[in-house]
Nanobody, 123 residues
Framework: QVQVVESGGGLVQAGGSLRLSCVVS????????MGWFRQAPGKEREFVAR????????SYADSVKGRFTISRDNAKNTMYLEMNNLRPEDTAVYYC????????????????WGQGTQVTVSS
């Protein structure tokens, strides 16, 4: 049984930083690309970042490029999202997911999801 668990969310002031973690169990973590998505109240789930199975290739949404960094440690079955210079518009529930197939940017291309972790940025 595959389990995906995110952690690290919280309340932070604008300009602050947070690091999210995502631990995967029940599958060979190092064989799969992974992604981060987020969903704000009343909005659709949106792509944030993706990382290849080896960590050598990353991609980001334009809205977070230069502020967020995705990384992974395959020895620990863990993926990270370092978020700097946070803005109120980054407020959302952040989800970690395992890539399946298809476009990197659509949530339907990912199969296993965590329960999400809330990030709230105050102005």
């Amino acid at each position: 049984q595959v389990q995906v668990v995110e952690s690290g969310g919280g309340l932070v002031q604008a300009g602050g930083s947070l690091r999210l973690s995502c631990v995967v169990s029940g599958r060979t973590f190092s064989s799969y690309a992974m992604g981060w998505f987020r969903q704000a109240p009343g909005k659709e789930r949106e792509f944030v970042a993706r990382i290849s199975w080896s960590g050598s290739t990353t991609s980001y949404a334009d809205s977070v490029k230069g502020r967020f960094t995705i990384s992974r440690d395959n020895a620990k079955n863990t993926m990270y999202l370092e978020m700097n210079n946070l803005r109120p518009e980054d407020t959302a529930v952040y989800y970690c997911a395992s890539y399946k197939s298809g476009s990197n940017y659509y949530w339907t291309s990912y199969d296993y999801w965590g329960q999400g972790t809330q990030v709230t940025v105050s102005s």
